[in-house]
């Protein structure tokens, strides 16, 4: 699929899940960063996005400030959300992966705010919660948003299925490179490199019993985004 339209894609899934969330009373606000942490991943696509704002408006000289500021023991995944699902599916043995909440805040945070936020991942702006974080040490996301959080990840990752998943960080890293913006937008990346993730499409979606009926007319209209 042509960047373009994959662009175009994600724009439509973060507008209808912005309407979603938007039928929850949340006390997420402007400066409120708790859960902005060092641990975010993203997809190339969503990656590609941030990268090319950054070039967009002179500001790709950042990358390097943010990976000098960026935690040596922030998470690194060792496989993306559809591999989970899939494994998950056929009884096997999910890896053990570990996320250190001392890893600290995210590495773009400017004065408690975002600098990319309009372009921000779809890993940051799902993290929402009914009460201040800061307040009780703990985002309070009623179960429902979960199990469409992830669907939606698990959707943005097939959309992506021929990139990768990592750390927000890595993959600006990757993406700030020319030559593999080059080749991700010719579709020409090859195997992960150290540090990221091989996506895949979706084979399964992990959606709880309790919950399908209630998730089917989100899970229609995200499936019947087309461009």
Known sequence: MEINAK????????????EFVETFDLACEKYCAHCCTAN????????YLVVDHLIQTGQLDQVAPILQKAHPDRFVPQLS?????????????????????????????????????AVRPFGCRCMVSARNCGEIGYADMDPFILTV?????????HVDAQGYTGNFVDII???????NRQNYVAGRLGAAPSGLVANQPVFVLMIPPEHRRRIQPLLDRMRAIQV
């Open 7 to 18: 662009l175009a894609i994600l724009e439509r899934m973060v507008a209808l899940y912005d």
């Open 173 to 179: 890293q990757f993406l700030a490179d020319a030559e």
């Open 40 to 47: 975010v991943t993203m997809t190339t696509l969503e990656g």
């Open 81 to 117: 959300i559809n591999r989970m699902a899939d494994i998950c599916a056929r009884d096997g043995d999910l890896p053990d992966e570990t996320i250190d909440p001392d890893a600290g805040p995210c590495p773009v945070l400017i004065d408690q705010a975002c600098p990319f936020y």
């Open 149 to 157: 959080n992830d669907v939606f990840l698990q959707h943005l990752e």
